[in-house]
């Protein structure tokens, strides 16, 4: 079944630990998409990528990195975690054709 | 600037009523205009959605009126039931230039039905 998956579901980790956030999708979408979200519930944009090595910053600045190498797979990494990254992180998809996003479920990041 | 502003930040409403979130926005390169729902624990997922050159578009409770004038559009969810309790966010697809296809999203409403 095409799906967009992200894991760890929930992890939790210490300040100034190395992080990689999976998302993998398997709906052979150009576009992927990275967004925290805060409990106050807005979405923001920290990075986007229209395809194979294309990667862009989104509207929040985050301390975060992407990479595009496969058009199926968009980790998200942060290299030294802090309190302040604690967040929701999700992960969307979307073709060229295609009007909405696809999420993923989500990866709820504490850094303690 | 591409914002799209929600109200109301939340809504309770009884069961068999009718929900009404309301969404405006302001750069006229939008061209695609989806609404999602959120449950705890889970991504968003696409609920509805309507191109400007429709005025309105029903799938089975839920209706989207859009005014292209006004650059307004709104979601109506008929016969409210407490499982239609989530955070229901609107959204605007930019179709211009070089952010071709990114959705701006409004803040979010948080809709509880009592049974």
């Known amino acids: 079944e095409a799906d967009i998956y992200q894991t760890p579901r929930y992890l939790v980790i210490g300040t100034g630990k190395k992080i990689t956030l999976e998302c993998s999708q398997t709906?052979?979408?150009?576009?992927m998409y990275w967004y925290q979200q805060d409990p106050g519930m807005e979405l923001h944009l920290i990075h986007y990528s229209y395809g194979v090595n294309s990667t862009e910053k989104g509207d929040l600045s985050s301390e975060s990195t992407v990479s595009r190498i496969r058009t199926e797979h968009f980790p998200l990494t942060l290299e030294s975690a802090r309190p302040s990254h604690t967040s929701q992180y999700l992960c969307?998809?979307?073709?060229?054709?295609?009007?909405?996003?696809?999420f993923g479920s989500g990866t709820r990041l504490t850094v303690v | 600037q591409q914002q799209v502003k929600q109200s109301p930040q939340s809504l309770i409403v009884q069961k068999g009523g009718i929900s009404i979130i309301n969404c405006a926005y302001e750069?006229?390169?939008?061209?695609?205009f989806p609404w999602y729902q959120q449950f705890p624990g889970k991504g968003p997922a696409l609920l509805i959605a309507i191109r400007p050159d429709v005025s309105e578009k029903k799938e089975g409770r839920f209706t989207i009126s859009f005014n292209k004038s006004a650059k307004q559009f709104s979601l109506h969810i008929m016969d409210s039931q407490p499982g239609d309790s989530a955070t229901y966010f609107c959204a605007a697809r930019y179709a211009g230039g070089t952010s071709y296809g990114k959705l701006t999203f409004g803040q979010g409403t948080i809709l509880t039905v009592h049974p």
């Open positions: 750069n006229t390169a939008f061209d695609y």
């Open positions: 709906m052979g979408h150009d576009k």
């Open positions: 969307a998809s979307a073709s060229f054709s295609a009007g909405g996003y696809t």
